[in-house]
């Protein structure tokens, strides 16, 4: 192959020092991928845990808004449908 054909050993070295920073960068965005997906599925566990809870709280003390800060509740008041003005 002739000298003529081929790029300068500087561009070559820029050229894919840019190659192997894209293919970093596309490794790095498939580890975060998959730690987005993994806290995805926990965050979802969770909520589904806090709902069940929540379910157990309410059989025990009716429809209330608990401060989770001091635990303190009060009672959730629902309006009656029949009495509401259309």
Same mark, same amino acid.
Request: no cysteine; proline share 1%; glycine share 6%.
């Given at each position: 192959?002739?000298?003529?054909?081929?790029?300068?050993?500087?561009? /070559?070295?820029?050229?894919?020092?840019?190659?192997?920073? @894209? !293919?970093?960068? &596309? *490794?790095? #965005?498939?580890?975060?991928?998959?730690?987005?997906?993994?806290? /995805?599925?926990?965050?979802?566990?969770?909520?589904?845990? @806090? !709902?069940?809870? &929540? *379910?157990? #709280?309410?059989?025990?003390?009716?429809?209330?808004?608990?401060?989770?800060?001091?635990?303190?509740?009060?009672?959730?008041?629902?309006?009656?449908?029949?009495?509401?003005?259309?």
């Amino acid at each position: 192959m002739s000298k003529n054909n081929q790029i300068t050993e500087e561009q /070559l070295q820029k050229l894919q020092g840019f190659v192997s920073t @894209l !293919n970093q960068s &596309q *490794v790095q #965005l498939g580890q975060l991928e998959v730690q987005k997906h993994g806290l /995805l599925h926990q965050m979802a566990e969770v909520q589904k845990a @806090l !709902n069940e809870y &929540q *379910v157990e #709280l309410e059989d025990q003390y009716g429809k209330v808004s608990v401060n989770i800060q001091d635990g303190t509740y009060t009672p959730i008041v629902e309006e009656d449908e029949s009495n509401k003005k259309d």
